[in-house]
């Protein structure tokens, strides 16, 4: 197989170990040549602190000899693939949160050289929880990189001549590219369109012609009724434009009064879009409107758009707030008293400060949440390392900003009712989060609720064990039912 793990593990069973190196964050990006006999691989040696500026190497299959083409402790190396008989890298500085990798071919010896800066990252997508399976979002073919990169609210396919380094929109489509592969000319990839789920389209680069080969979900999509988002762009009082999608309710009659849910995206670096977000489609299904937006830090605006370092909760949190105001001016038929607000990981993390710092909304469906970066910052699997960028500072360097960036520093202020999805497995944000903030709304006479599943981690939105994702989307409905619906 292409991929090796450090410990050897693979989609083939046993292989033969390349090295001691593993990545720091857990993942071990690696490329096999064309022609089989060296494998390209990133990762870090350490002992018991994570390193996550990790080395780029080399191994020779055939004399067992590993190289090395970039010492690691410099910067972050990542997204690597063999481009001819060079090494594509993308390598980030790291030196902020929402900073976008530079791009760099590596010769056999170490020695690279810089590709154009495109401001993106390799690998892109919009944020759904419908995909199933996954593939590559990169690779080398007839002299250029392909990859998939995010741009607003969608993600296009984009090819990087690795001679020249011109870069061109090869697919621009409205909706999102999971994965692709290339042969006899023609690309072909898991894609969703024009709010359907996820079908296997071929492409021609070069007319840009598109052809959906399958119709897998076809007997689904015929059954439900499905609400096309509809999606417009304002200016923040920043003068930063934004994009804004809406969702309206099955069986929409013009005149009537409906409730309203505000979906955040995670991240921050995520993105949303107008492709089938199921979570937001039962919404509809029961009668509400849905609606959102990618606020600043969001992914597919560049490094500057993305830079969240210092600001959680500031900009972010004027940008939901405006883009509200601006929901509902364009659609009056929204009760304006009748609107909540639902989001997981920095999702939940804005929900959690957003019922701390007003109470325009009705009601609140936070999940696998942050709440307290004091104790965040040791005690999950990339708290040291991405929670730490983005908070920018230790609580011993400064305890005032970690704790000015902590939602539960403003629990008191909570009036919103809120209920708390948590996985007891979740190591990205533990559920001491969901329970400190479940207290403290608690002891402050807020109706709050927690539903915890046993046995399901971060992703259990997206991958969980079906019965759960029924029992999460029933739990989050029925308490927006409650407090939303007269």
């Not at 902590?406 to 999805?421: D, R, V, W």
Request: glycine share 12%; with cysteine; hydrophobic share 35%.
């Amino acid at each position: 197989g292409e991929w090796l793990s450090h410990n050897g593990e693979c989609a083939y069973g046993k292989v033969k170990p390349i090295g001691r190196h593993s990545m720091g964050n857990g993942i071990c990006d690696a490329s096999r040549s064309a022609d089989g006999r060296k494998v390209a691989y990133t990762g870090a040696e350490y002992t018991d602190k994570v390193v996550v500026r990790t080395g780029l190497y080399l191994y020779d299959i055939e004399t067992g000899k590993t190289k090395t083409l970039y010492k690691q402790g410099q910067k972050m190396v990542g997204a690597i693939t063999f481009a001819g008989d060079k090494i594509f890298a993308a390598i980030n500085d790291g030196e902020y949160s929402g900073q976008n990798s530079r791009f760099y071919l590596f010769d056999e010896n170490g020695e690279h050289t810089a590709l154009p800066f495109v401001d993106a990252e390799v690998g892109g997508a919009t944020g759904t929880d419908v995909n199933y399976g996954g593939g590559q979002n990169k690779k080398f073919y007839d002299g250029k990189l392909y990859m998939t990169r995010a741009v607003w609210g969608d993600s296009y396919l984009c090819a990087m001549d690795m001679a020249t380094g011109e870069d061109v929109t090869v697919c621009s489509r409205e909706g999102s590219i999971n994965c692709f592969d290339i042969a006899g000319g023609k690309v072909y990839m898991t894609a969703m369109r024009g709010g359907a789920l996820a079908e296997i389209y071929e492409l021609d680069p070069a007319s840009g012609e598109e052809k959906c080969l399958t119709a897998f979900n076809k007997p689904f999509m015929d059954q439900p009724e499905v609400s096309i988002p509809e999606h417009f762009t304002f200016k923040d009082s920043d003068g930063v434009e934004l994009d804004g999608y809406v969702i309206k309710p099955v069986g929409y009659k013009p005149g009537r009064k409906y409730p309203a849910v505000l979906e955040i995206h995670g991240g921050p670096k995520g993105i949303f879009g107008g492709v089938f977000h199921h979570e937001m489609q039962v919404f509809a299904s029961h009668g509400f409107f849905v609606f959102y937006t990618n606020p600043r830090g969001s992914d597919g605006r560049g490094e500057k758009f993305a830079y969240s370092t210092k600001f959680l909760g500031t900009k972010d949190y004027d940008d939901l707030m405006e883009f509200t105001d601006e929901f509902l001016r364009r659609y009056p038929e929204v009760d304006e008293k009748h609107v909540g607000i639902c989001g997981g990981s920095y999702g939940g993390f804005m929900c959690n400060w957003m019922i701390g710092h007003t109470d325009r909304y009705a009601a609140a469906a936070s999940q696998r949440s942050i709440s307290n970066y004091v104790c965040k910052l040791t005690a999950t699997d990339i708290g040291t390392t991405y929670d730490l960028q983005q908070v920018g500072a230790t609580p011993w360097e400064s305890f005032e900003t970690v704790w000015e960036t902590s939602p539960i520093k403003y629990a008191h202020n909570a009036k919103t009712p809120t209920l708390f999805i948590q996985a007891d497995e979740d190591y990205r944000c533990w559920m001491s989060d969901a329970l400190q903030m479940f207290s403290a709304l608690k002891m402050n006479g807020v109706d709050s609720k927690v539903v915890l599943f046993h046995g399901e981690n971060h992703e259990l939105s997206r991958s969980g064990r079906p019965e759960n994702r029924i029992t999460r989307l029933r739990e989050i409905v029925g308490w927006m039912e409650k407090y939303l619906k007269k």
